[in-house]
């Protein structure tokens, strides 16, 4: 199950998309017009931008720079690839410390809904798909309830082909 990405992790994610994508964007080769540049930067933009928003979906994909400049590398002549490469390894390693951040790990697993001795809210990560943490998790379960007074016919004996059934 899926939660919703909370806004202000979508939003600060754009803005390392824009400001990554506004380092690369003059870097981007000029070949005169065999492949447009705008047609290019569009490419870098899109790449940088999904580059970004996955990490949010995937924290702990491996190497995603690598993935990303192999994505792009070709609209950079080679004489611009160490500034690509250390723009695009700064930007991705920040994103990824503000991910790893405890208050947008508590955003993005959500938490645990259950309240502790001191009257707060748990702090712990809910078990995915679920309201509440490992420790917690016994409050999903009913509470059980008074044993009732059993009637008479109740407690009679089942009948044979009842009791088969059951
Ligand atoms: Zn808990």
Known sequence: MQRAIDSRISA????????????????VEDDRGLVATSARRRWVRQAVDEALHR???EPRAQRPERLLLREV?????????????????????AAIAFLDMPECQEL?????RA???NGDQCRRPPVTG??????HRHL???RPTRLQPVAPLERAPLAPAERAVA
């Open 12 to 27: 600060r994610i754009g803005q390392y998309s824009r400001v990554l994508y506004q380092e690369l964007r003059d870097l």
């Open 55 to 57: 990490l949010i979906q």
């Open 73 to 93: 590398r070709h609209c950079f002549a080679m004489s611009q690839l160490p500034r690509v490469v250390l723009a695009i390894n700064e930007t991705v390693s």
């Open 108 to 112: 993005l697993r959500g938490r645990c």
């Open 115 to 117: 309240m502790t001795r």
């Open 130 to 135: 679920e309201d509440y943490c490992p420790s």
């Open 140 to 142: 999903l379960e009913p």
